[in-house]
């Protein structure tokens, strides 16, 4: 036991009385915690605030003696945020110490696939102490995106990629922004920024083709087929032509059958409206689909559709008379469904 639980210790049994000096004993030894659980702890929180989580969150008993070793070693006046694991079985010194060193618990952040920055601050919010409208905020903000060369929050947007990653639960929207970006810089491996000469595209235009592959299909294993086909289009300068762009120009993410109206949205992300690849990523490409156009597959062909089983993958062909007969089984299969 350290010196300065000892003369603590020694100051509550004068206060007891000799009879009261085991009993001083056993709490400070005894495990105050007892049951595991999370202690999240806000910016400005007071110490009354922090006690009555105490009270109402993780089950801890020994609460009185807690706040008067809490007083005595400075707690009361510097209440450290964080997200906190209080472990059953810890003593109340060892709680009350852990709180007032701020020996925090990383938590583990997902970043899920998002189609728009404020979808993402939104999901993001949930999982730590920032809101959703200061996350939103720093996204837009102008240096911000100065400092990582980007002109837009659309452009930013292309630095995130969704995976889980440990944080602090008390990370601040640039301190968030940042991590990312790290992230991102670390995943461009010398192996994959060697593979960018093969595709002849950037960084960016590479996240943005990823993107359309996880609009347009949720079968990794065709994705490399897919990432070839949009290729071969951009090559041999024709239109790329993706329904998922038509959604996204039109907002309507909702739209389950693109009709002839819908390709004349006007929009630079509208691939039938406009030749080559959308300004920025639609949504977030997830890992695969970024390594699918790394290394897509070299074929001749210059179109797809989806099949009429509706199994999630698609018929590929080299000509536009197969791409017709392939593209009217799969009308007829919508038709069918009543699906318009």
């Not at 007083?71 to 003593?91: C, M, N, S």
């Not at 701020?102 to 997902?110: A, L, M």
């Not at 762009?245 to 509208?270: C, E, Q, W």
């Amino acid at each position: 036991m350290k010196k300065s639980v000892v003369i603590w210790v020694l100051i509550l049994v004068l206060g007891l009385g000799a009879a009261g000096a085991v009993t001083a004993l056993c709490i400070v030894r005894s495990g105050a915690v007892v049951a595991e659980g999370s202690l999240y702890i806000p910016r400005q929180t007071s110490f009354p605030a922090l006690l009555d989580s105490l009270r109402s969150g993780p089950r801890m008993r020994f609460l009185l003696p807690f706040e008067h070793y809490a007083r005595r070693i400075g707690l009361d006046v510097d209440v450290k945020p964080g997200h906190y694991t209080l472990r059953k079985g810890q003593t109340f010194v060892q709680v009350a110490r852990m709180l007032n060193l701020g020996e925090q618990t990383p938590v583990d952040v997902v970043v899920r696939t998002s189609r728009l920055p404020g979808i993402l601050a939104s999901r993001v919010a949930r999982q730590l102490e920032a809101d959703s409208a200061s996350l939103h905020a720093a996204m837009r903000d102008p240096a911000i995106l100065r400092e990582y060369g980007f002109d837009s929050e659309l452009q930013l947007f292309s630095i995130f990629i969704p995976n889980t990653y440990e944080m602090w639960w008390t990370a601040t929207p640039e301190e968030f922004i940042a991590r990312m970006k790290r992230e991102y810089d670390r995943f461009w491996t010398p192996a994959r920024l060697a593979k960018l000469p093969r595709t002849r595209l950037t960084q960016m235009q590479v996240s943005s083709l990823a993107a359309i592959l996880v609009e347009e299909t949720n079968k990794t294993d065709e994705m490399p087929t897919m990432a070839g086909v949009y290729i071969n289009r951009l090559r041999s300068g024709m239109p790329l032509q993706a329904d998922p762009t038509v959604k996204y120009a039109m907002g309507d993410f909702a739209l389950r059958r693109i009709l002839n109206r819908h390709l004349r949205t006007p929009s630079p992300y509208n691939t039938y409206v406009n030749k080559g690849l959308p300004p920025t990523p639609i949504t977030m490409p997830s890992i695969a689909a970024i390594d699918a156009v790394l290394d897509y597959r070299e074929s001749n062909y210059l179109y797809f559709c989806a099949r009429p089983d509706f199994s999630g993958y698609h018929d590929f062909a080299a000509t536009y008379a197969q791409h017709l007969v392939n593209a009217r089984r799969w009308a007829a299969a919508l038709n069918a469904r009543g699906i318009r």
